[in-house]
């Protein structure tokens, strides 16, 4: 196994709107690796082995905003290998969480994997970001980023004929739950739940973000660069009444309140009248939660390099 690091000059200053703590990544990191799609897992690395007999040397797989590495804890131990890995973020603390995690994992078939980190923004598209990668993977990225953004990398990871994994994106949707799983909503969950959408869309360093966009603009610049596309829901869904994820529920229910106060400060009170009413349901067991996400793998058509 190797671990190393590089930086460009100027990066490690991201803005705050683009800033995860270390601690609700890993909040969040037992829910997403129970949430993923299995079958596009298993796919990605059926395609991998696929290349992998054609020629030698290393598989190439790049993890844009890959964070602490949630998203290389997940897929190294069920992906083909040798591995070659290039983690990009611009946060250099999670890259130094990330770089402690690398030197622990191993593949599929229980061999050590080569681990860079690359501290930069992910912005221009550029040989620097995709360069060596068979696959490309990111994990809860794409409501953050433009549409520009995200219709650059698939045609410059299309030409390079990259295979893509984009998982966890939100679509936007969130609920609560009854005890019985079934969706509830009122007319103040509705509301709340539409200045979250429109403050998902705020510029987050990358252009206007694509908030619960994601998966379908991701999908059509996919089909658009004739990718074969493969999908899978992924929802999260947090049950009522379960204890050891109040937590990470009261996060998301705080998030969702502090978007909403945002927009329309002169509304606090209703806000946390709501957000004291859900609390109580979510405390009290009566209430869970689901939040929107979709999986996405794109592959190069078949034949050619
Ligand atoms: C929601 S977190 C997801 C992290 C990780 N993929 C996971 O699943 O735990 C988004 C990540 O993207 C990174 N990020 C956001 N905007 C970025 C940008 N413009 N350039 C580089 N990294 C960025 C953040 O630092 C963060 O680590």
Same mark, same amino acid.
């Given at each position: 196994?190797?671990?190393? $690091?590089?930086?460009?000059?100027?990066?490690?200053?991201?803005?705050?709107?683009?800033?995860?703590?270390?601690?609700?990544?890993? &909040?969040?990191?037992?829910?997403? #690796?129970?949430?993923?799609?299995?079958?596009?897992?298993?796919? =990605?690395?059926?395609?991998?082995?696929?290349?992998?007999?054609?020629?030698? #040397?290393?598989?190439?797989i790049v993890d844009l905003g890959?964070?602490?590495?949630?998203?290389?804890?997940?897929?190294?131990?069920?992906?083909?290998?040798? &591995?070659?890995?290039?983690?990009?973020?611009?946060?250099?603390?999670?890259?130094?969480?990330?770089?402690r995690h690398g030197a622990t994992?191993?593949?599929?078939?229980?061999?050590?994997? =080569?681990?860079?980190?690359?501290?930069? !923004?992910?912005?221009?598209? !550029?040989?620097?970001?995709?360069?060596?990668?068979?696959?490309?993977?990111?994990?809860?990225?794409?409501d953050l980023v433009s549409r520009?953004?995200?219709?650059?990398?698939?045609?410059?990871?299309?030409?390079?004929?990259?295979?893509?994994?984009?998982?966890?994106?939100?679509?936007? !949707?969130?609920?609560?739950?009854?005890?019985?799983?079934?969706?509830?909503?009122? $007319?103040?969950?509705?509301?709340?739940?539409?200045?979250? &959408?429109?403050? &998902?869309?705020? !510029?987050?360093?990358?252009?206007?973000?694509?908030?619960?966009?994601?998966?379908?603009?991701?999908?059509?610049?996919?089909?658009?660069?004739?990718?074969?596309?493969?999908?899978? =829901?992924?929802?999260?869904?947090?049950?009522?009444?379960?204890?050891?994820?109040?937590?990470?529920?009261?996060?998301?229910?705080?998030?969702?309140?502090?978007?909403?106060?945002?927009?329309?400060?002169?509304?606090?009170?209703?806000? $946390?009248?709501?957000?004291?009413?859900?609390?109580?349901?979510?405390?009290? #067991? $009566?209430?869970?939660?689901?939040?929107?996400?979709?999986?996405?793998?794109?592959?190069?058509? =078949?034949?050619?390099?």
């Amino acid at each position: 196994m190797t671990v190393s $690091e590089s930086a460009r000059p100027g990066a490690g200053t991201p803005s705050p709107a683009a800033r995860f703590s270390a601690d609700w990544l890993a &909040q969040r990191e037992w829910l997403d #690796g129970r949430s993923r799609s299995h079958r596009l897992t298993g796919l =990605a690395a059926d395609w991998l082995a696929s290349r992998s007999g054609g020629r030698g #040397g290393p598989l190439g797989i790049v993890d844009l905003g890959s964070g602490s590495a949630s998203n290389l804890r997940f897929l190294a131990p069920r992906l083909p290998g040798p &591995q070659r890995w290039r983690l990009v973020d611009h946060d250099p603390a999670l890259l130094a969480l990330a770089r402690r995690h690398g030197a622990t994992l191993r593949d599929s078939v229980g061999d050590r994997l =080569a681990v860079q980190t690359c501290c930069r !923004d992910l912005s221009p598209v !550029d040989e620097g970001l995709l360069a060596d990668a068979d696959l490309v993977v990111a994990s809860a990225l794409f409501d953050l980023v433009s549409r520009p953004w995200a219709e650059a990398l698939v045609a410059a990871s299309a030409a390079r004929r990259q295979a893509l994994l984009f998982t966890l994106s939100v679509d936007g !949707d969130w609920a609560f739950l009854d005890a019985a799983g079934h969706r509830i909503e009122d $007319e103040e969950d509705i509301a709340i739940r539409t200045l979250f &959408q429109v403050h &998902q869309r705020r !510029d987050k360093g990358l252009g206007p973000a694509l908030g619960g966009s994601a998966p379908a603009v991701l999908a059509a610049a996919m089909a658009a660069a004739g990718y074969r596309l493969e999908s899978a =829901a992924t929802p999260w869904h947090l049950a009522a009444g379960d204890e050891a994820r109040l937590p990470l529920a009261a996060s998301l229910l705080q998030g969702w309140h502090d978007a909403a106060l945002q927009l329309v400060p002169e509304e606090a009170s209703r806000l $946390e009248g709501w957000r004291s009413r859900r609390l109580a349901g979510l405390t009290a #067991g $009566e209430l869970g939660l689901t939040v929107g996400h979709r999986d996405l793998l794109a592959l190069p058509p =078949a034949g050619g390099a």
